[in-house]
């Protein structure tokens, strides 16, 4: 298949400006040839816009204007010889012009074929193709600059920083077990274990992220839960900056859950405003209850409003029986009217909880929330944020498995078995780590990983 010219459309489906049909491989710039005209001199000139027209050759129609560009191998997004036709972004020229290419000699490109080309040829490794479709999907600001630090390298040079010292420390290993009787320098097992404990927190520190990074990849899911009428569909709005959620002094007005995503600080938040938590004989007001029973079940952080203008209630304290094991902020709400629960009164009840003093009626305490939620993020560490930043989960996967084998030959190291038997566990960390970048990887692993990845890239 690495034979064959492939094409498609690289932008998206629908009317614009311009739209750009993208072909790659040794027939790229014969097929451009029998179908473009232009009148510059000295033929289409590598890496230069050339103007002209796209004309089909066996009817002489003139199909669009347009300017196309030849990238020559290997100084090409794929390595390969790649050419660039930019046409009217019309849904009929664009269709047009890709048949005229696919009846010149190239075929249809599959999902992500262009990057798995790209990866094949030692363009990228894998973990930066996968960073390429990361960076077409991003949302926020934040989401886009980690997968463009991983493009550009960050995780891959840290890998193979790893994957160094593995090496070395196999061939340690190999030669003391090969070459008992030479004369080489013995590797001890107290030398050993510092090797692979050393090694483990390079792993550590990347597995680490992880969650933070699934946070940005992902967004965070935030539910918002109290009894009724304590604030939550004003701290929807307050966060939402508009009036999504009605508020009313009647306790059950929302009776149903209601889910936005908005983002805050560069951080993906979907966001739950629930049905108030309290007894009722209200069948619907009852099914809301259940949806926001669940919603506190899947969410990664509860956000727990209370009016502190009263006294704890019932409700107040069976939900604090739920959210003493998860990730809480507790909000200490209605302060313009009166403060009659405090923070301390609190602290007794949740002690891992963190506290926040709000009037979501005059804002009091918003900036302060929104602190806490950046914190919860990135790990209490905001300066994580301009670290290397594992975002995957495949990756993710690697590493604690390559970490696991470690610690494996940690054990084994520590228990004085023999270096053969440690070896096996080294190498598999070894193996690991190179799927992560590709360089020991199955054709079922790149299939997967490619058919995520849209036309055209």
Do not use: W
Not at 132 to 137: E, H, I, L, P, Q
Not at 199 to 209: P, R, S, V
Not at 250 to 256: A, F, N
């Amino acid at each position: 298949m690495m034979e064959d010219t492939i094409a498609a459309i690289a932008t998206a489906y629908g009317e614009g400006g311009i739209g750009i049909i993208r072909i790659s491989g040794p027939k790229a710039f014969e097929i451009l040839e029998g179908i473009f005209s232009h009148g510059g001199k000295g033929g289409i000139k590598v890496r230069r816009a050339t103007y002209g027209r796209v004309r089909d050759p066996e009817t002489g129609e003139i199909i669009d204007e347009a300017l196309a560009v030849y990238m020559k191998a290997p100084a090409s997004y794929t390595a390969e010889d790649v050419v660039e036709i930019q046409c009217h972004g019309s849904v009929v020229s664009l269709r047009k012009i890709l048949a005229l290419v696919l009846k010149r000699g190239a075929r249809l490109s599959e999902p992500g074929e262009f990057t798995k080309r790209a990866f094949l040829n030692g363009r990228l490794d894998l973990s930066q193709a996968e960073a390429v479709m990361d960076v077409v999907k991003a949302k926020t600001d934040k989401e886009y600059d980690v997968a463009i630090s991983q493009l550009e390298g960050s995780l891959s040079k840290e890998v193979n920083e790893i994957r160094n010292q593995l090496i070395d420390l196999l061939v340690d290993i190999t030669v003391n077990i090969d070459y008992p009787d030479e004369d080489i320098e013995e590797i001890t097992y107290e030398k050993l274990e510092l090797s692979i404990s050393l090694i483990g927190e390079m792993i550590e520190k990347l597995i680490a992220t992880a969650d933070t990074g699934r946070m940005i990849r992902e967004g965070i899911k935030v539910a918002i839960v109290g009894r009724p009428n304590v604030g939550k569909s004003s701290l929807m709005n307050s966060l939402l900056k508009e009036s999504r959620a009605i508020v009313t002094d009647i306790p059950g007005t929302t009776r149903d859950t209601i889910e936005e995503a908005l983002t805050l600080r560069g951080i993906p938040i979907n966001l739950i405003d629930t049905a108030g938590i309290r007894d009722t004989g209200d069948v619907i007001e009852q099914i809301g209850i259940e949806k926001a029973k669940d919603a506190f079940n899947k969410a990664d952080l509860i956000i727990f409003i209370i009016d502190a203008s009263q006294e704890l209630s019932r409700e107040d304290m069976d939900i604090f029986e739920h959210i003493n094991t998860r990730k809480s902020i507790i909000l200490l709400n209605k302060q313009d009217k009166g403060n009659r629960v405090t923070a301390r009164d609190i602290a007794d009840i949740s002690p891992n909880s963190d506290i926040i003093y709000t009037s979501l009626i005059t804002g009091q305490g918003v900036s302060e929330l929104e602190d806490k939620i950046e914190a919860l993020v990135y790990g209490g560490n905001v300066s994580q944020k301009d670290s290397i930043m594992v975002s995957n989960v495949r990756h993710a996967d690697l590493l604690c498995k390559s970490h696991g084998a470690l610690m494996d030959a940690l054990d084994m190291t520590r228990r004085r078995e023999p270096l053969d038997i440690i070896e096996i566990d080294v190498r598999n960390a070894f193996d690991d780590m190179g799927e992560i970048i590709g360089e020991t990887v199955n054709d079922e692993i790149l299939d997967e990983v490619f058919s995520r990845f849209c036309l055209g890239k």
